[in-house]
């Protein structure tokens, strides 16, 4: 303990008190030095907030595109969930996809629908990502789950050759498919 009282003696020496006083206390502050404190305080604010008005558009752009992203991939991935969620359904897309077997009228009826919901999810996607809003990864995963597991099948290839022109006001789309 002696040892850091010293240390601590050494650079601050108790005798220099009263000068510091005299030089910085000592002297009474103007009306003029109170308004040039106020001024840099002023200018310094300012320069803050203007600093603080640059960063938040970025940030609600990046927020609205996490949000985008997010409630985009989670409808599709709940779209995904209600077509293969339990046996039964999986079992019925399974045979709508990649059987040969005939599907009744009401089974197409459901098949088109589900393919009808899917893909417009997927145009939303891309539609959102066009616009900036959507981030590449889940457009990409989007994309490519379009391509490697449902556009492999025949009906839904089938499907998509009477129905892609519904899809005509977006080429960009009809293109991506």
Known sequence: MPRLLGLWHSHFDIRALPRFRRLYMG??????????IGQTVAVIVIIATLFALLIQPRQTNNL????ASRTTG??????QQRLFGTPEDAAFMNKAM??????SED????????MALLFGLIETAQLTHQSGLFRDTYYHRAKDTLRLVYLPSP????WWASSSVNYASNPDFVNLV
């Not at 609205?64 to 949000?67: D, L, P």
């Not at 989670?74 to 779209?79: D, G, K, P, S």
């Not at 089974?107 to 589900?114: D, H």
Request: proline share 0%; hydrophobic share 40%.
């Open 27 to 36: 002297t009474r502050m103007t009306l003029e030095t109170i308004y040039y």
């Open 64 to 67: 609205a595109k996490i949000e």
């Open 74 to 79: 989670l409808t599709l991935i709940a779209e």
């Open 98 to 103: 990649f059987s040969s077997e005939r599907l």
């Open 107 to 114: 089974e197409k009826v459901r098949f088109g629908v589900s």
């Open 155 to 158: 009906r839904v290839r089938k």
